[in-house]
């Protein structure tokens, strides 16, 4: 038997109709042909099938458990068939880490190359990754661009979230400004410029249990109405760099019961560091409902973020106070609730 070509003998895999071939071995063999004239079916849907199989035959049945399954293909016999190694005709995937070596599988035998004979000696394999945070730059985390927040072009710290303090300001000249979503960012090169990345940090997060407000006696009126404060504490990044980065998110919901028939405005606001008197402190949020003269109003939910400037972030704590207001007397209806977090850094 001729062991110098690899011979198939009536393939009927698809539109294939009993064709016989002779492939040689060793040699660069090239199927042409027009669409849907079985060339996928006769190099992959058969050689390539049939390969697979039977290299997983040489398998333990344990092993095959875990490896791809394959048919036999539509073919009355194959000879001197040997190991395959198929080339996907799809385009290559990837992303921004990519490279020839993740596409190629051999990443990680170059990584450990490169820990046994590079010089100076840096670590095991995993330090020669991008992917684990020993390995990858700890700027852009091995994209090799940073895309980072200009809140100072971005936000106006003195308005608050709900007087559009993040509309689109000018940004230093010579860097790219990309509006996404409302928010402004900046996009930088790494060899170009040094963006100073400093890590996110968790601060503080409080619950406000306010003790005053008894539910279904405690009215509501006119006069503002302490129902909600916290103090965030701050102290781990005053007087740092990180200072001029914190964030603070802030929620909560108020029950109200209403009179029948009556039509009623209900303002909610919250205040920073204010004296626990509406009024006292810098106003970040404001919400205002209409009541549509029903009873029973469901419960209030508030969603709102802070900015506060580094001198508020440099006294160690930051104090957010919850207010509630109605045209029309009211009763509070149930638990009110308040609570926030603070963060800081950029990345």
Known sequence: MNQDFIEIINARENNLKNISIKIPKGKITIFTGVSGSGKSSIVFDTIAQEAGRQLNETYSSFVRLFLPRYSRPEADEFRNRSTAIVVDQKRLGGNARSTLGTITDINSLLRLLFSRFGQPHIGYSNAYSFNDPIGMCPK??????????????????????????????????????????S?????????????NCMPIVFLDERISIHSNINTGTTLVDTTALLIGDIGLQTFSVANTPNAADVRIALAGTVNLLGEVELFTTITLTIERNSTGIAGTGTLIYTEVYETDGSDSLSPLSITTGDFPPAV??????????????????????????????AVAGTT
Not at 140 to 157: T, Y
Not at 162 to 178: H, Q, R, Y
Not at 183 to 195: A, P
Not at 316 to 332: C, D, P
Request: proline content about 4%; some cysteine; glycine content about 8%.
């Open 140 to 181: 852009c985390e091995g994209i090799g661009k940073i895309i980072a927040l200009n809140a100072d072009a971005a936000l106006d710290k003195e308005k608050s979230l709900n007087e559009s303090a993040n509309t689109p300001a000018s940004v230093e000249a010579g860097v790219l400004a990309i509006p996404v979503q």
């Open 183 to 195: 928010e402004m960012f900046q996009q930088h090169n790494i060899s170009q410029k040094e963006v």
């Open 312 to 341: 508020a972030v440099n006294a160690g704590q930051i104090r957010y106070s919850l207010f509630v207001s109605s045209t029309l007397e009211i009763t509070m209806n149930g638990p009110v609730g308040f609570n926030g977090s």
